[in-house]
């Protein structure tokens, strides 16, 4: 069965400083991949999706993943972290059949100033 | 363009009672889907809808969960009766189709079941 796992429940960084965030899926053929943001009382907001081409996914606010197949991984990557980042991060693959996404438990990202 | 429209945003209701949660997707959006998002947890899917016809109910309890899309726009998803696990936030999303990636998420209802 598909999968996705985010090892780190809580990561804290000082602003400015780089960041990434770890994501690694279980899925039999090329997966779908997604990050979604979530700040408090919001809704999920889709950062970046990864389904072919180049590994390397440019997305919104400064965001960028890249695809390992031989890790089995989609890691998130900011360079430079704003306060306004703080908030939950979700991977998810899109399971295949009827198109539904199956998530991570998610990271929580702290900034400190 | 509009979001995706939930209401209420917040709801406490005892234990044994029944909830009704209301999502409004994008305009023009033929597929609709219901999350569950528990405490600390990734959101999972309860159901998807394709138009007004149900596509994946299979992590639906059907035993007190119920959800409907009349007409192919709105949604309602209810639960009666309502346990203390319930408690979590509901997510709405919508989508053009089952083949557009893009998925869209209302704000979600947080329901606390005391």
């Known amino acids: 069965a598909q999968s996705v796992t985010q090892p780190d429940i809580h990561i804290t960084v000082s602003e400015g400083a780089s960041l990434e965030l770890r994501c690694n899926y279980s899925?039999?053929?090329?997966?779908?991949l997604f990050w979604y943001v979530q700040s408090p009382g919001q809704g999920l907001q889709l950062l970046l999706k990864?389904?072919?081409?180049?590994?390397l996914v440019q997305g919104i606010k400064g965001f960028e993943a890249e695809f390992k197949r031989s890790q089995s991984s989609f890691n998130l990557r900011k360079p430079s972290v704003h306060w306004s980042d703080a908030a939950e991060y979700f991977c998810a693959v899109l399971s295949g059949g009827y198109n539904k996404l199956i998530f991570g438990a998610g990271t929580r990202l702290a900034v400190h100033p | 363009e509009a979001g995706v429209a939930q209401s209420p945003r917040y709801k406490i209701i005892e234990k044994r009672q029944s909830v009704a949660f209301w999502c409004n997707p994008i305009s023009g959006h033929a597929t609709l889907y219901w999350y569950q998002q528990i405490l600390g947890q990734g959101p999972k899917l309860l159901i998807q809808f394709q138009n007004n016809g149900v596509v994946d109910d299979s992590q639906l309890p059907k035993d007190r969960f119920s959800a409907e899309r009349l007409k192919g726009v709105d949604s309602t998803l209810k639960i009666q009766p309502a346990k203390l696990e319930d408690s979590a936030v509901y997510l709405c999303?919508?989508?053009?189709?089952?083949?557009?990636?893009?998925?869209?998420f209302g704000s979600g209802t947080r329901l606390t079941v005391v």
């Open positions: 899925y039999g053929a090329t997966p779908y």
């Open positions: 990864y389904f072919s081409g180049d590994t």
């Open positions: 999303a919508s989508s053009q189709d089952r083949n557009d990636y893009g998925y869209t």
